[in-house]
C-alpha cells in the first residue's frame, strides 16, 4: 500500500525545472519579448514601428528554441512554458518590451531564422 502511495504522489510531483545558462535564460526570455512585440505590432503601436515583422519570425524562433531546450536539458514543453510565462509580467509594459527588443533581435538574427 505504501509503495501504491508513494508511487502515486511521485507521479503527481511537479517536474523539476532545469536549470538554464545565460544564453538559454535569454534565448527564452526573447521568445517572450517577439509575442510581445508581434502582439505590439499587431496593435500599431508607435514602438513596434521600426522592429521587422515578428509574427512569424518570432513564433519560428520560440518553437526552435522550445525543441532545443527540451532536448538539452530533457524539460517538457510544459515546464519550458511555465518558466517563460513567468517572464511575461516584466516585460509586458511596452516600454519594458521596447527596451529589451534590440538585444533579442540582434540574437533572431544570429539564429538564422
Keep these: 500500500m505504501l509503495t501504491i502511495l508513494a508511487a502515486v504522489t511521485l507521479a ?31 496593435d500599431k503601436s508607435p514602438l513596434a514601428a521600426g522592429w521587422p ?5 518570432g513564433k519560428e524562433f520560440f518553437v526552435r528554441v522550445t525543441a532545443q531546450l527540451m532536448e538539452d536539458t530533457g524539460a517538457s514543453r510544459e515546464v519550458l512554458s511555465a518558466m ?11 516600454a519594458a518590451t521596447a527596451a529589451a527588443m ?5 540574437l533572431l538574427e544570429a539564429s538564422g531564422q
Aim: aromatic content about 2%; charged content about 10%.
Design 12 to 42: 503527481a510531483a511537479p517536474a523539476a525545472e532545469p536549470v538554464l545558462t545565460a544564453p538559454q535564460t535569454a534565448a527564452l526570455r526573447c521568445g517572450i519579448v517577439f509575442a510581445l512585440g508581434a502582439r505590439m505590432q499587431a
Design 84 to 94: 517563460a510565462m513567468r517572464q511575461v509580467p516584466a516585460l509586458a509594459d511596452p
Design 102 to 106: 534590440p538585444g533579442c533581435l540582434a
Design 53 to 57: 515583422p515578428l509574427g512569424t519570425r
